[in-house]
């Protein structure tokens, strides 16, 4: 510095390192701050020279140089903080997208910058954990059938397909538990997540635990609309006899032929 600007001079009083001497910072603008909360920094522009930094920084996101190659990840809920200059991702098609590089070492800045052609981002709706399981043992080398995890007896089936009547599982999971029941706002891919797979995702405690106490399915949009379909405590309204029993005719609908799954 001191040989780019020969003339320059450095203050070396005690009280210029204090905040209320550098009044961008003190006014929290966004330029003047001496760090920064993340990598990525966002901003908004309306036309050439009004690129600015906007209040809301709703944008995560980390790079990372290895192999002679930029890695990038950037990270924002759907949902915008801020309407007014963030667009809002729910339920978007298609997103026409283009990215600015700036090379300090090509004394690039301001306007002086590389610009790729428009690119596309798709937004996938989300693969639910049971999907993914299923894809990936379907990847798998192929068996002879399923081995199943636990052989009940059919009495105890029986029994238990009628606890599943009874409680009306169907009106969440489908008839018999074939899943395809919308509910919106999860991230389950919008959907209840079928029971007749239940078999190859849980072992029978795991089975019988989570049927004991539920849950609640999480948000796909944490600002959006609670989820229409929760899994009650079922331990509140079933005996353990019950609750083995259901648990045995879950395990039992999980088809024989991976290729069904």
């Not at 204090?18 to 966004?30: C, D, K, Q, S, V």
């Not at 954990?129 to 043992?137: E, S, T």
Request: proline residues 8%.
């Amino acid at each position: 510095m001191a040989q780019a600007h020969p003339r320059t001079v450095r203050d070396e009083e005690r009280f210029a390192q204090e905040p209320t001497f550098r009044t961008g910072e003190a006014i929290g603008n966004l330029f003047s701050q001496p760090t920064r909360a993340s990598s990525v920094e966002q901003l908004i522009a309306s036309g050439f020279g009004t690129l600015t930094t906007t209040q809301a920084q709703s944008v995560e996101g980390r790079g990372v140089w290895r192999d002679g190659r930029w890695q990038v990840v950037m990270r924002r809920t759907l949902t915008p903080q801020d309407a007014t200059v963030e667009v809002d991702l729910r339920h978007r098609g298609p997103l026409p997208i283009a990215i600015a590089i700036w090379e300090g070492a090509h004394q690039e800045r301001d306007g002086m910058k590389s610009v790729s052609v428009w690119q596309t981002l798709v937004f996938e709706r989300p693969v639910p954990w049971w999907k993914r399981l299923f894809q990936a043992r379907a990847r798998e080398p192929a068996t002879a059938g399923v081995v199943r995890q636990h052989q009940a007896p059919a009495s105890n089936v029986a029994l238990g397909k009628r606890v599943f009547d009874r409680a009306g599982c169907a009106a969440c999971h489908g008839p018999e538990g074939r899943g395809g029941v919308r509910n919106p706002n999860t991230m389950a891919a919008e959907e209840v997540p079928p029971l007749i797979l239940a078999g190859a995702g849980f072992t029978q405690e795991e089975l019988k635990e989570k049927l004991r106490s539920g849950s609640i399915p999480a948000q796909l949009d944490p600002g959006g609309p609670m989820p229409q379909r929760l899994m009650p405590a079922w331990h509140r309204v079933m005996d353990e006899q019950e609750l083995e029993a259901l648990t045995a005719y879950l395990l039992s609908l999980l088809p024989e032929d991976p290729e069904l799954w």
